[in-house]
C-alpha cells in the first residue's frame, strides 16, 4: 500500500522556521516529481512548490518564492520543505504529493497531475 506520511508542522511565531518532511512507503518514487500544496481555513489547496524527479529542478509559488525550499532524497524516499521568514497567511494544512507519469520536464501545478497524497500535516503562524 502506498503511503505519504508528512511531518514537521506546529505552531511557529511570524519570522520563524519550520522544516516538512515527507516519507514515502509501498513505492519508489526516484522517477515522479512531487509536490507541496497547502489548503487555508475556508480556502481551495493551491500549490505551494515542486520538484522534478531527478531533484535538479524547482518550481514555488509566488507566494513562497525566496522563503521555501523543496528539496529531495530519492535513496530515502523522502521529500522537504523549508519554510522561512513564516508569515500569518502561511497558516495551512500541508500535504504531500506525487505526480502520475514518471519522468516529466515540467514539474505540474494542479491537483490532477498527482497521484498520490499524504494525510496533512498543520503549520500554524502566530503573530
Known amino acids: 500500500q502506498v503511503q505519504l506520511v508528512e511531518s514537521g508542522g506546529g505552531l511557529v511565531q511570524a519570522g520563524g522556521s519550520l522544516r516538512l518532511s515527507c516519507a514515502a512507503s509501498?513505492?519508489?518514487?526516484?522517477?515522479?516529481?512531487m509536490g507541496w500544496f497547502r489548503q487555508a481555513p475556508g480556502k481551495e489547496r493551491v500549490f505551494v512548490a515542486g520538484i522534478n524527479w531527478s531533484g535538479v529542478s524547482t518550481y514555488y509559488a509566488d507566494s513562497v518564492k525566496g522563503r521555501f525550499t523543496i528539496s529531495r532524497d530519492n535513496a530515502k524516499n523522502t521529500l522537504y520543505l523549508q519554510m522561512n521568514s513564516l508569515k500569518t497567511e502561511d497558516t495551512a494544512i500541508y500535504f504531500c504529493?506525487?505526480?502520475?507519469?514518471?519522468?516529466?520536464?515540467?514539474?505540474?501545478?494542479?491537483?490532477?497531475?498527482?497521484?498520490?497524497w499524504g494525510q496533512g500535516t498543520q503549520v500554524t503562524v502566530s503573530s
Open positions: 504529493a506525487v505526480a502520475r507519469a514518471p519522468l516529466r520536464p515540467r514539474i505540474g501545478v494542479g491537483e490532477d497531475e498527482y497521484a498520490y
Open positions: 509501498g513505492r519508489t518514487f526516484s522517477a515522479y516529481a
